[in-house]
């Protein structure tokens, strides 16, 4: 029997396939001092992420004009009953052209397409939208009037791709548009009330190297595009571009999320870890390495994702201890493994409650910059 690896505590048992091994080593350089980033081999193969913003999107921002697609007239008509002006897609940044690039975007403020400022960055909330492409631009299917983008390369031509349909009633964690394809992105979280949820990821298509943003709009949101004079308001919205490999690697990222930032002593606080594969490759045999933090102790623990769920090494319940979870299976490029830990807490009022956990796989990961994260509540 291969006998355990232990680094601060935690430990890893080699597994039949020989790259466990190569696991147990990289948790050598990203868990010392409970998985801190600070070992520089980490970011040895991380390119810089450029970020935009904040920057104001009009809500009279029409999607379907990016790099002026439109003449002045044709983007004039798109009144429809007269009104306000409407204005072209705002290009929010230009960036090369490569394989394995997704966004964070976030967006915030108030919009209306009847005069009233009332709706956030996901829309009304219904998801009825079903309006025509124009020129090169695909269609919309979705929420109704939420802050949509585009990616493009160059001025755009030729045919539009197929729409992007998306019901609205659930907001994936990743979205992967083509090129000229108009594509959801609301206020950029998973929760379908505005600013709840986990960050969504957008990936890019490989030939872009411009992304758009505005609104999708028509007369009772259903065939061609126009309706824009009555819009009012604006978002403002931020957004980081993140560069990772163009192998056969598999990059994954992680995030700590927990399920509120106010709790008191006796409270049960849940964390979920969305653990993402960027690509472009499949990641196999996935791990998650977490721990019960100070200050809590042990409920349960849940999995889900598209894999193959899962299973979990934990303390007994109402004790504290470490936490490694294998997904037991190979997650395909985009997908999201997930696992949410219920503790309870037991520190008192102002005590620190600090979470890390750290993710890998048998796969190679070129970007090790994102394979950590961390949370912290302060109990109230």
């Given at each position: ?57 009009p ?19 798109l ?19 490569a ?39 695909s ?56 600013n ?10 490989a ?24 819009n ?40 979920a ?53 294998h ?54």
């Open positions: 029997m291969n006998s355990p690896i232990c680094v601060s505590k935690i430990c890893v048992t080699n597994r039949k396939h020989t790259a466990s091994f190569r696991i147990a080593s990289l948790l050598l350089a990203i868990l010392p001092l409970w998985l801190l980033l600070a070992a520089a081999n980490m970011t040895a193969h991380a390119q810089p992420a450029k970020s935009f913003g904040p920057i104001s999107v809500a009279s921002s029409v999607i379907f004009d990016p790099d002026n697609v439109l003449t002045a007239a044709e983007l004039a008509a009144t429809t009953n007269g009104g306000i002006q409407p204005l072209p897609a705002v290009k929010a940044m230009s960036f090369s052209a394989s394995g690039q997704f966004f964070e975007i976030s967006a915030t403020g108030l919009v209306s397409f009847d005069g009233v400022e009332s709706n956030g960055p996901d829309g009304n909330g219904s998801p009825s939208s079903n309006i025509f492409s124009l020129k090169s631009i269609g919309y299917e979705g929420p109704v009037f939420p802050l949509v983008g585009v990616f493009t390369n160059g001025h755009p031509s030729g045919s539009p791709p197929a729409d992007y349909s998306f019901s609205g009633f659930t907001e994936p964690a990743t979205f992967s548009p083509q090129l000229n394809q108009v594509f959801f992105i609301g206020d950029g979280l998973t929760g379908t009330n505005s709840s949820g986990a960050p969504q990821l957008f990936i890019v298509p030939n872009a190297t411009e992304l758009w943003l505005g609104f999708a709009d028509a007369v009772d949101f259903s065939g061609p595009v126009g309706a824009y004079g009555d009012v308001g604006s978002l403002n919205v931020s957004g980081t571009l993140y560069q990772g490999s163009s192998s056969l690697d598999a990059d994954l990222f992680l995030r700590v999320i927990p399920s509120t930032t106010t709790v008191h002593q006796g409270d049960v606080l849940t964390y870890f969305p653990v993402w594969n960027l690509g472009p490759g499949d990641a196999d045999q996935e791990v998650l390495i977490t721990q019960v933090p100070p200050g809590t102790t042990f409920d349960y623990i849940r999995i889900s994702g598209t894999p193959g769920l899962g299973t979990c090494t934990t303390p007994p319940y109402g004790e504290t201890g470490q936490i490694i979870c997904e037991n299976a190979s997650m395909a490029p985009n997908t999201t493994w997930t696992v949410r830990l219920t503790v309870k807490v037991t520190a008192s009022s102002v005590t620190l409650i600090t979470e890390d956990a750290a993710t890998l796989a048998d796969t190679l990961d070129p970007d090790l910059s994102n394979n950590t994260a961390t949370v912290s509540i302060t109990v109230q």
